[in-house]
């Protein structure tokens, strides 16, 4: 059973977008394939949406909620959201810092002076609120058997576990994931803030957005029925409810794909923290910027987000993974594209789907949204600034290249990916590149004495001409 609507109250531009040709051609891709996933997988559910910029363009539901009522997903049915929490928790504490609260660089046990954990070192630095949040701390996964026990810790049994754990890793040697470190990080918030895990949620993230079907570790009406892996004989078990409790700040929340959407908006926007701002624009970018880096490279941890590599995109987000539920966020903070999955059992490969839809729909969102690049007319006058400038460094050649100016070091191993000379006007030009690794981004202007180029100029630093 298949359920999509767009919302009602989609601007009319919105409306435009989700109605281009290009991308319902490929919601129709996209609905093709994950009917087929469906099949294949017996999945019971599914719901997607892809957000743009401030609005939840497309949503659809596939499957059902609850088999046994045959009861449809919805954009209203709610999943528990597993690891998704600790985005709540690293904004929490980035909200806190913004307001002199709490600094990443402080250790752990100044807000938690119970905080004792044996070192995998005896020479160990302490360990501090950012190691927490970028899975830098190489504290335990865990805080005990809660996911084979299905009975989570509360706030005081891991007071009282602490003393006993011990560090796998020194902090900042390698990333590795740890619930029990945005545990650590939640009561933190609590600490600081006056106000229970879900209280501050409820007062400074949920309310602001208007994320009204969010909540923590509650029962809710209309929340979707869990299911196990798919056994063997086709089979699969019905999870209970699982009460997350001193482990909330990891793993507790619930929430929604409408509301879902409403948080990867905030983070597109740009201003002061403050209402439906939940961060400034420099808390955003450095939750957004890679911190630890995973051994293979390819992927990473900022604040509270994942950092994830494919090809030239880079995805920002999270997963999550509970009893009977799978659910993945990814969003292009440059496109201001986002993918949201959501589904109700425990071998549904949400974080597969989310980039089929990004690949598909939000790419096709993407491209119909992109504004036109600037309609320069290529001067013919410039063909004069092509030649060889040489430094004291090395020679450079400008070389006219299709009515664009590219520069080219001589002698260079390659001849990929050289850098373009964007026109600004008045005869200024932008030096243009895929790594920062020279004057990327900075004004590029030639000098002229008798009427010939004598000199190029490229940021604060020159090469005179030597030849054409």
Known sequence: ?????????????????????????????????????????????????????????????????????????????????????????????????????????????????????????????????????????????????????????????????????????????RWKYSNLAYTLAGMIVEAVSGETWAAYLQNHIFNPLQMAASSVDKPVDGLAVGYGRRMPDGSRAIMPFVDAKGMAPATGLTSTVEDMAKFVSAQFRRGKMGGAQLLSTGSLREMHRVRMLETNWTNGYAVGFSIRREKDKIYVGHGGSYPGYMTQTYFRPDDKIGVIVLTNAQDAAPAEIAVQLMNSVGEAVAKVRKAPAPDVTWNPSWSRFAGIYRSRFGDTQVVELNRQLVQLTLGGPTLENPLKLTPLGNGLFRLDGPTGGTAVGETVRFVEADGKVIRMITGDSFADRVSR
């Open 1 to 173: 059973m298949l359920l999509t609507r767009l919302l009602p109250a989609l601007a009319l531009a919105t409306a435009a977008v989700a109605a281009d040709p290009e991308i319902e051609g490929a919601q129709r891709l996209f609905t093709a394939w994950m009917e087929g996933q469906m099949t294949s997988k017996a999945l019971p559910g599914v719901v997607v949406g892809v957000v743009a910029d401030q609005e939840l363009v497309w949503v659809k539901g596939f499957g059902l909620a609850d088999t046994a009522a045959r009861k449809p997903m919805t954009p209203a049915t709610q999943f528990r959201m597993a690891s998704h929490s600790k985005l709540f928790t690293a904004t929490a504490i980035m909200q806190l810092r913004e307001q002199g609260k709490v600094r990443l660089d402080d250790p752990v046990v100044k807000y938690l002076p119970w905080f004792q954990v044996k070192p995998a070192a005896e020479d160990d630095p302490p360990i501090t609120v950012e190691d927490l949040l970028m899975h830098g701390s190489g504290l335990p996964r865990e805080a005990g058997d809660h996911w084979s026990t299905l009975r989570f810790p509360t706030a005081e049994d891991l007071k009282k576990l602490m003393p006993g754990r011990q560090a796998a890793f020194s902090p900042e040697v």
